[in-house]
């Protein structure tokens, strides 16, 4: 598993159907359908969260937390040692007779670095792992899918009955149905 | 949506109180009884300040020495010194003007008030913050907390009762609890051997009406607006589904209620307890009263989720409230830890004299209990509740809620015991046997507070969505 998710790169998918949604609750009847169906969904893009829609096509849970877990403890160990090097070992420093060694002024920088480590590490590896980082083009399926349009994506070949999944598309709300292929979209 | 996208069923639920709950809640106050007769039975009860030992008091005598070398405020130096003589306790004499307990002699009884103050302070705030729990959910229009709304209502009928024990114990003993009371009677001028200008420049304000009529006042509000609260919460259950009326309304008197606990809130913190030690202040002892009641609440409130959940009770609540609630323990923990540390960071970097008074005796004489407030309060729930398993695990969180129940218990001992009796305290038989006593009755309480009404508020807007409640994978 690389760092950057290679299963969300559209580009090499050589054929795939999509249905295209404007109601949030016929989508996650969809998806459940099709799920109940055996079909295997590439992914499913909305706008904004959809409540549930993780559950039912199965999505793991995220290694976002244990990431923020490490990158907490980096930033504590790395405040750690520079307080401990800068003030202890290289100058210490004598400010109001306080002691230098773990008095209690260490504790807002590591709590600082701790939360700074944190935040920028899972930032960075949020968007590393889901392909926006720079170089990289963005692959929409529809440009309104960052709007006010849903889409389910289903790739296509060996054993996929492309028929039934049309239809259960259209029987569960699909406004509109397309069939992609390289880079070309044509509606059916 | 969810599972299977169908409707999930909103019923109307009847709570009574199991005979088993009923045996737990009158046997944890019999057995709080009886070790508080014990405790009692096995207290000192000819000394002015309990178990202090001569090793402590030449131990004390030094650090004070040492203290009184820093200390700027000769005035407050002298006047203490000299109250001190008035007092005929020549040992103390030498104690400056970081020491804040008084030397005044003191009946064994104040023992069993102080432990009174504490727990029904703690109940007090705890019942007061379930109540602001339920306002903030109005004014957040949050969604997810309509299915456990009825457990903080509940809670927060005993603020009255908790009010009530504080202040019974103010009322009696009041003079050996707060040395600025016994101080206040001697009606001393400027000038006059013993007088005392902190104290007196803070008299307009720390004296005692207002000390006892302040509180009643605001508890009297606070009252009305919760059982306006309580009440249009009840209404809805009868009204037409889809009538947003009562709704609207709770939202109002949510967000006046929520202005005025804001204010007030602190007003109590500074007269019950931050006057205990009267020379000293903190700018942050409202917001830090607050932070203890407020953690200690939600857990309360997880606590009796999780029994009613136990019970077969409020169906419609599944993991993901829990998960919430633990989320909740969790951040304010944290919250609680951050403010702690300001109120001591700030003075520890200052430096100076008459603030530090409060964490000398604290960090010296109690350093013990000191430290064990950082580990119940922060480090366990702060390291266990980490974990996404551990905030959906009702094991877990029982372990967890009831060390931070204890812990803030502990936390507010330490508020007021080295305040009153200086230093040579520990909690022992008494103090656990008052915890356990009062406990009972709250829990016994609220139980039966609980059987008022119907659990689940059938008729709130959000009750479909707090059924739907779904915090993902």
Not at chain 2, 219 to 225: D, F, K, Y
Not at chain 2, 293 to 312: D, E, N, R
Not at chain 2, 317 to 331: N, P, Q, R, T, Y
Not at chain 2, 441 to 454: D, Q
């Amino acid at each position: 598993m690389g760092i950057i998710d290679k299963n969300l790169s559209l580009r090499d998918r050589n054929k795939m159907l999509l249905g295209i949604w404007e109601d949030e609750d016929k989508l996650v009847e969809a998806t459940s359908e099709l799920v109940h169906a055996g079909v295997k969904i590439q992914d499913v893009y909305t706008p904004y969260p959809v409540h549930g829609l993780d559950r039912i096509m199965g999505v793991r849970r995220s290694w976002l937390s244990i990431v923020a877990f490490l990158c907490g403890m980096t930033g504590f160990s790395l405040a750690f040692w520079m307080i401990y090097y800068m003030y202890v070992q290289d100058w210490p420093i004598d400010v109001g007779n306080k002691p230098v060694r773990f008095s209690p002024s260490w504790v807002p920088v590591l709590f600082e670095a701790t939360v700074l480590c944190t935040a920028f590490g899972m930032a960075f590896f949020f968007f590393f792992r889901n392909r926006m980082i720079w170089g990289i083009k963005p692959e929409l399926l529809d440009e309104r899918q960052t709007d006010d349009r849903m889409v389910i994506a289903v790739e296509t070949g060996e054993g996929v009955d492309e028929k039934k999944v049309l239809k259960i598309m259209k029987d569960h709300g699909a406004v509109e149905l397309r069939e992609k292929t390289g880079g070309v979209q044509t509606t059916i | 949506m969810g599972h299977g996208h169908h409707k999930i069923e909103i019923a109307q639920e009847q709570f009574t109180v199991p005979a088993k709950a009923k045996r737990f809640a009158i046997g944890l106050t019999i057995i709080g009884l009886i070790l508080a007769g014990i405790g009692i039975a096995t207290i000192d009860k000819s000394g002015t300040h309990g178990h202090q030992t001569e090793a402590t008091k030449h131990e004390h005598a030094a650090t004070a020495a040492k203290g009184g070398e820093i200390a700027a405020n000769e005035h407050a130096a002298d006047s203490h010194a000299e109250t001190a003589e008035h007092h005929g306790n020549v040992e103390n004499k030498n104690f400056g003007p970081r020491a804040e307990f008084h030397a005044q002699s003191k009946p064994w009884t104040t023992r069993i008030w102080s432990n009174v103050l504490i727990v029904g302070y703690l109940l007090f705030m705890v019942s007061l913050a379930a109540l602001f729990f339920v306002a903030v959910q109005y004014i957040a229009n949050a969604g997810w907390s309509a299915a456990i709304k009825r457990v903080p209502e509940a809670i927060s009928t005993f603020f009255p009762v908790g009010f009530a024990l504080a202040f019974i114990a103010i009322l009696v003993a009041k003079n050996d609890l707060y040395h600025w009371v016994h101080y206040e009677h001697q009606h001393l001028t400027k000038g006059q051997p013993g007088f005392d200008a902190i104290l007196d420049g803070k008299s307009w304000f720390l004296n005692s009406k207002m000390f006892l009529i302040f509180p009643v006042v605001l508890v009297a509000i606070w009252w009305l607006l919760g059982r306006k609260l309580r009440s249009l919460s009840v209404a809805e259950d009868s009204a037409q589904p889809g009538d947003v009326t009562f709704f609207k309304k709770s939202i109002r008197y949510s967000a006046g209620f929520a202005v005025i606990y804001g204010f007030t809130i602190a007003v109590v913190a500074w007269l019950w307890m931050m006057s205990i030690d009267a020379h000293w202040f903190s700018t942050i002892f409202g917001v830090y009263n607050f932070a203890t009641s407020w953690v200690t609440a939600l857990t309360i409130i997880c606590l009796f989720v999780l029994y009613l959940k136990s019970q077969g009770h409020l169906k419609i609540v599944s993991d993901e409230h829990i998960h919430d609630l633990g989320k909740f323990m969790f951040a304010f923990s944290i919250f609680w830890t951050y403010i702690w540390l300001s109120q001591y960071l700030l003075i520890w970097y200052a430096h100076i004299p008459e603030e530090m008074s409060y964490y000398q005796i604290r960090f010296e004489e109690y350093k013990f209990n000191f430290l064990l407030n950082v580990v119940l309060n922060f480090i366990c729930p702060f390291l266990i509740l980490m974990m996404r398993n551990a905030k959906r695990n009702p094991v877990v969180l029982t372990v967890i809620g009831c060390i931070l129940i204890f812990g803030h218990y502990h936390d507010v001992w330490l508020m007021v015991v080295p305040g009153v009796y200086g230093p040579g305290q520990q909690i022992g038989l008494l103090e656990i046997g008052t915890l356990f006593t009062f406990g009972g009755i709250f829990i016994y309480w609220v139980l039966n507070a609980l059987t008022k009404r119907g659990l689940v508020p059938v008729n709130h807007p959000y009750i479909e969505e707090s059924a739907n409640h779904d915090v993902g994978v």
